[in-house]
């Protein structure tokens, strides 16, 4: 690696995304710690006053009144975190024997497996999305399918619940696990493999041992690029979900678009962006922690 | 794998799999072609109505009223597709700039916040967009700024700087930097070699990294739902607004040129990067 002197370039290189992402990035973000700490206004709009109860609400006690105790707001973040961990162990069972049956593909079907599984990045997700709709109403695919079957008799009520949601988010989500797995898998030693085997181990044994060891930094990848953007999700809940799948990133939008109580919406993204940094924080160390920095 | 058995069941899964992630799509485009306006999940006949009426060709059958109403749905859509073009351009121009400038001083300078910038660098990608979207929104509205194309394209580029910095960065990695030593003793001086020696070894990885901040740019939705204006509206919050109304057979077709666009996006970028690396 080439090591030069700092110079002029040095800053020239650097210094219009610093300034582009400290004005436009950092900023916005420290306005938004600053917001969650204001009074709402009456009619929107903030007043420009220190006020904890953004926070007090969120976790259980209406503005002021300590006697209280309504835990609405945790327990839709408690959903927003148990939906993003079901979508990751759900990709997660999905993608790992597919990787597996990708990497020992001959190379030409391999490529084009990979393509077809890269191809979801290019297309738009609120198509993707809108497929799920036509399929899961009442009197869509489905339920039409099964009904033409005779399958069922009466149409299943998918749509607007919490399984729709996961679905959903399974299925936008898909890709992102896939590939930080698919190259964990591909770099397994699979003489490693063979030896355990030969060793008299067992399958389940050499998995446990051998495998799943060698492909952790691609789990905890992948597991880390899907968690994140299902947590704050509110695209897959709006369209899929009804109330009772309402996440955390739906109350801010309500918070913002329909409410208009600002201060209260920046306090839950601000609840939104601590569950991200300390995922983030937690799987760095990790990573650091085991030396493989190829997650 | 010695099992013959097991070998044929993860086929079967794999295979399975791949069902899953195209089957949806493929029903859109079936349906697409679909008579049927009432119930569109019961095949009628096939039709090209939604496709004429969605340029504000055909009369629609069901409501004669409704013409006017959607001639001026299909300017809209027109619209947001213009706005969404010249959004991705601007984004990608001024975000492949920006990501590309700091993956090269981070690859090839050690100076003392290279940490620093390594986390500050990818921050905008992992930062969900809802906070990202009402931070921007938050700020934009304090400064007293009017939201439109503008906002959206300030707000594309703080997260699409980090989608081009990671891939050139990636780029970079696997780039000997012997021959800039070599440009560097022969007397070339730092900035010729930065232009004539990495930045051409470079391009391909700028290609790629120019290509998915275009795509990722015109996909965008949760930011731009957020910072676009009552006037500027792209594509993806335009179909999110029409399938919150509720679902026409007209968003069939709509969606199924867009899972066209996106496929020929795609083999474009395939057959560019396999010719680059030969």
Redesign the interface.
């Known amino acids: 690696?080439?090591?030069?002197r700092?110079?002029a370039?040095?800053g020239?290189?650097?210094a219009?995304?610093t300034l582009?992402?400290g004005v436009?990035?950092l900023?916005?973000?420290l306005?938004?710690a600053l917001?969650s700490f204001l009074t709402p206004g009456l009619y929107g709009g903030v007043e420009w006053s220190f006020y904890h109860w953004n926070y007090g609400r969120i976790f259980g006690w209406a503005d002021g009144i300590m006697e209280v105790f309504e835990p609405v707001y945790l327990r839709i973040l408690w959903r927003s975190l148990s939906f993003a961990a079901l979508t990751v162990l759900v990709t997660l069972l999905?993608?790992y024997?597919?990787a597996?049956?990708?990497s020992?593909l001959p190379e030409r079907s391999r490529l084009f497996?990979l393509?077809?599984?890269?191809?979801?990045?290019?297309?738009?997700?609120?198509?993707?999305l809108?497929?799920?709709?036509?399929?899961l109403?009442p009197?869509?695919?489905l339920n039409?399918a099964l009904m033409g079957l005779g399958l069922i008799a009466q149409p299943l009520e998918i749509l607007y619940t919490p399984t729709a949601v996961v679905l959903g988010m399974v299925?936008v989500m898909?890709p992102f696990m896939f590939l930080p797995l698919y190259a964990a898998v591909d770099n397994l030693d699979r003489a490693q493999v063979e030896a355990s085997m030969d060793l008299g181990a067992n399958r389940v044994q050499t998995f446990l041992k051998v495998v799943l060891p060698q492909t952790l930094p691609g789990i905890m990848g992948g597991a880390v690029i899907v968690f994140?953007?299902s947590?704050?999700?509110?695209?897959v809940p709006?369209?899929l979900g009804g109330a009772k799948g309402l996440m955390i990133?739906n109350l801010?939008?309500q918070q913002?678009?329909s409410a208009r109580n600002?201060p209260f919406?920046?306090a839950l993204?601000m609840v939104?962006?601590s569950v991200?940094l300390t995922v983030?924080l937690v799987a760095v160390t990790r990573a650091r922690k085991t030396g493989a920095g190829h997650a | 794998m010695r099992n013959p058995w097991g070998w044929a069941a993860l086929t079967g899964f794999s295979l399975l799999f791949f069902v899953f992630i195209y089957a949806p799509l493929f029903v859109i485009v079936g349906y697409s072609f679909n008579s049927n306006p009432v119930n569109m999940m019961i095949w009628e006949r096939f039709t090209l109505d939604w496709y004429t009426g969605l340029f504000g060709l055909t009369e629609r059958v069901m409501d004669p009223n409704s013409r006017a109403a959607y001639i001026e749905s299909t300017d809209q859509m027109i619209a947001a597709l213009k706005t969404s073009l010249t959004v991705a351009a601007f984004t990608t121009t001024i975000a492949t700039v920006l990501g590309t400038a700091t993956a090269i001083a981070l690859a090839r300078y050690r100076f003392r916040l290279r940490g620093f910038y390594n986390g500050f660098l990818m921050l905008p990608m992992m930062m969900p967009d809802i906070v990202l979207g009402i931070g921007l929104l938050i700020f934009f509205v304090t400064l007293g700024m009017q939201l439109s194309m503008l906002t959206i394209v300030i707000g594309h580029c703080t997260f699409l700087t980090s989608y081009v910095f990671i891939i050139v960065q990636a780029r970079i990695a696997g780039i000997d930097p012997a021959l800039e030593e070599a440009s560097a003793d022969l007397g070339a001086s730092e900035w010729v070699t930065l232009r004539k020696v990495l930045l051409p070894q470079l391009a391909p990885g700028i290609l790629g990294g120019a290509l998915l901040a275009f795509v990722i740019s015109m996909d965008d939705l949760v930011i731009t739902y957020f910072i676009s204006g009552t006037g500027d509206t792209t594509l993806p919050v335009f179909i999110f607004g029409m399938i919150r109304r509720g679902v026409k057979p007209e968003i069939n077709a709509i969606a199924t040129l867009i899972i066209l666009a996106s496929v020929v996006i795609a083999a474009a970028g395939l057959w560019l990067r396999s010719r680059k690396t030969d």
Do not use: H
């Open positions: 690696m080439a090591i030069r700092q110079s370039i040095l020239l290189l650097l219009p995304a582009f992402l436009f990035f900023l916005p973000l306005i938004i917001f999905l993608c024997p597919v597996f049956w990708v020992r497996f393509f077809l599984i890269t191809l979801p990045f290019f297309s738009s997700l609120i198509v993707r809108y497929a799920w709709l036509l399929i109403k009197t869509g695919f039409s299925y898909v994140i953007p947590v704050g999700n509110f695209i709006d369209i990133g801010v939008e913002f678009l600002w919406g920046s993204s939104i962006m991200v983030l």
